[in-house]
């Protein structure tokens, strides 16, 4: 019989534990609208990340233009916003390490055309005539855009 004690890993020395990392996903209005929140959701927990937060949030004109800070001007970034504004978003706080990649590795390319199967765009995603606007999800990119984005979705967080 296997002594359960013997398998147990020894309590992680919290001087050592890396800070867990945070990034924001977003559940855009045509994943919310097509009723994927919760598939999206299972995804993130299947991959073994945590929930800090989740919020279904009608975004406003001026939340858009600085979260898509880098895209004002764009030929794409009103009809994003449009898009963005077209119904409730689910705003969400994901944890663990290296989140940050791993959610975009589980997102997929921005293309829901070309992006990979099993990935969110990949399997649930597609060209509903608008090219690669309606794509699911948001996430963040770097650590200082998770930082500011979680700042403007959840700025009591
Ligand atoms: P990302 O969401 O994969 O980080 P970004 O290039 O940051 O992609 O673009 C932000 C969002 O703007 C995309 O997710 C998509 O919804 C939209 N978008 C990007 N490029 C285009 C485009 O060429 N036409 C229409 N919408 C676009
Ligand atoms: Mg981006």
């Not at 689910?90 to 992006?115: C, H, M, W, Y």
Request: without cysteine; negative net charge.
């Amino acid at each position: 019989m296997t002594d359960v004690a013997e398998n147990t890993l020894p309590a992680a020395d919290p001087a050592e534990t890396p800070a867990v990392e945070r990034t924001l996903v977003l559940v855009k209005p045509d994943g919310v609208r097509r009723g994927l929140s919760g598939e999206v959701l299972r995804r993130i927990e299947a991959k073994g990340y945590g929930l800090a937060a989740v919020q279904l949030v009608t975004a406003t004109p001026e939340l858009l233009e600085a979260h898509y800070a880098e895209h004002v001007g764009k030929p794409f970034y009103q009809p994003l916003v449009d898009f963005m504004l077209s119904g409730p978003t689910l705003a969400v706080v994901a944890e663990g390490q290296d989140v940050i990649k791993g959610f975009r590795s589980l997102a997929g390319a921005t293309n829901p055309t070309e992006a990979a199967p099993g990935t969110i765009r990949g399997d649930l995603g597609r060209d509903w005539g608008v090219k690669v606007q309606q794509n699911i999800v948001h996430g963040s990119d770097s650590p200082e855009s998770a930082a500011r984005e979680i700042g403007l979705w959840f700025p009591g967080l």
